[in-house]
């Protein structure tokens, strides 16, 4: 398994945007699937974005798809999350997850792999 720390959050107005960072150690992180979830106060964990070990395929839960892009640096063994056009309805908790397969299926495959600590993204109104 794979240890992750989240960087990037923080407080932004509506419209702005933030770019998280999850940084992984290990030498087989390009054998992951890595994604991003969020757990906004009250509510389920819910997942965002998905990138499959090359790079080359994303996901997208329809509530950020066009806003947020997520991508992958296997050299420096780092996910990142651009977010822009931000909401309020986006403020939450910021979890950065890897799943041990190589291709994306769903969310419940994270449930196998490591999470990062979290990191909260707040968006004024």
């Known amino acids: 398994q794979v240890q992750l720390v989240e960087s990037g959050g923080g407080l932004v107005q509506t419209g702005g945007s933030l770019r998280l960072s999850c940084a992984a150690s290990?030498?087989?992180?390009?054998?992951?699937?890595m994604g991003w979830f969020r757990q906004a106060p009250e509510k389920e964990r819910e997942f965002v974005a998905a990138?499959?070990?090359?790079?080359?395929?994303?996901y997208y839960a329809d509530s950020v798809k066009g806003r947020f892009t997520i991508s992958r640096d296997n050299a420096k063994n780092t996910q990142y999350l651009q977010m822009s056009s931000l909401k309020p309805m986006d403020t939450a908790v910021y979890y950065c997850?890897?799943?041990?397969?190589?291709?994306?299926?769903?969310?419940?495959?994270?449930?196998?792999?490591?999470w990062g600590q979290g990191t909260q993204v707040t968006v004024s109104s």
């Open positions: 990138i499959n070990w090359s790079g080359t395929t994303t």
């Open positions: 997850a890897s799943s041990p397969h190589l291709h994306y299926v769903n969310p419940n495959q994270f449930n196998s792999g490591s």
């Open positions: 290990g030498r087989t992180f390009s054998s992951y699937v």
